[in-house]
């Protein structure tokens, strides 16, 4: 009978190698899954706010009655800047901005404006184009009560008159903070857009009732968005607009 050849010390139990392999699968799995979580997929936390500005159809540029929101999550702020450095391209140290995003910082760390201003620019072109489709679903994620009943009530006079807005953004050249504030857990964020678009009404018949088809327009929008802080929720809802010469 042949002698049995020693047992190496670098064999392997076969079992050991499914469950390593199993184990590595599960992890690239888990981290697949969580390495995708933006915190956007919460809902959006319903809030209204007074002073919402309404802008009617017989402006010149698309009509805007009444965040981010901004449906972008919140990045880490940097907290280790100097004072007169923190809000530097953002706002000028010791103003009345830079005063605000220091107290919205005081009960948010997490906010970074420039994360805030990338996803404004997004809600700002969504909320323009849903407007115009006449899209209230997508509105209601993105607009504070009071907005979107202005909102639809611009909508529901064009059905009454069978009347198509027609929008299309050229570029938005400039999204810039001009105002900030925060008290009692909540924050307010003004913006100021410009952009150029072009936009056209037309009737049932295809004839033109308002804009230009092949002129655009230098359009200045200001919106403000607001948010709970004490709300796990990051998101922000647009609760006022205007327009600015």
Do not use: C
């Amino acid at each position: 009978m042949p002698a049995l050849e020693p047992e190496s010390e670098y064999d392997v139990d076969i079992y050991t190698i499914i469950f390593l392999a199993l184990a590595v699968f599960i992890f690239l799995r888990l981290r697949s899954v969580l390495g995708q979580r933006t915190g956007s997929e919460r809902p959006p936390y319903d809030r209204a706010a007074p002073n919402v500005v309404q802008r009617t159809q017989d402006n010149n540029v698309v009509p805007m009655p009444g965040a981010v929101i901004d449906q972008t999550p919140l990045a880490p702020a940097a907290d280790v800047a100097p004072a007169t450095d923190r809000w530097k391209g953002i706002a000028e140290a010791g103003t009345p901005l830079a005063q605000g995003l220091d107290a919205l910082v005081a009960q948010d760390s997490s906010f970074d404006p420039r994360h805030f201003l990338s996803g404004a620019r997004s809600a700002y072109e969504m909320i323009v184009l849903a407007f115009a489709n006449g899209d209230r679903r997508a509105l209601k994620d993105l607009l504070s009560s009071e907005v979107y009943e202005s909102f639809d009530a611009v909508i529901k006079d064009r059905e009454k008159h069978e009347q198509k807005t027609e929008t299309r953004f050229v570029s938005i050249d400039k999204a810039e903070l001009v105002g900030a504030e925060a008290r009692d857990k909540a924050a307010q964020l003004t913006v100021r857009f410009v952009s150029q678009m072009i936009s056209v009404t037309r009737d049932k018949t295809g004839a033109i009732v308002d804009g230009t088809p092949d002129k655009v327009a230098d359009i200045t929008d200001v919106w403000t968005f607001a948010r709970d802080t004490s709300s796990r929720d990051p998101n922000w809802k647009l609760v006022g607009t205007g327009s600015a010469s």
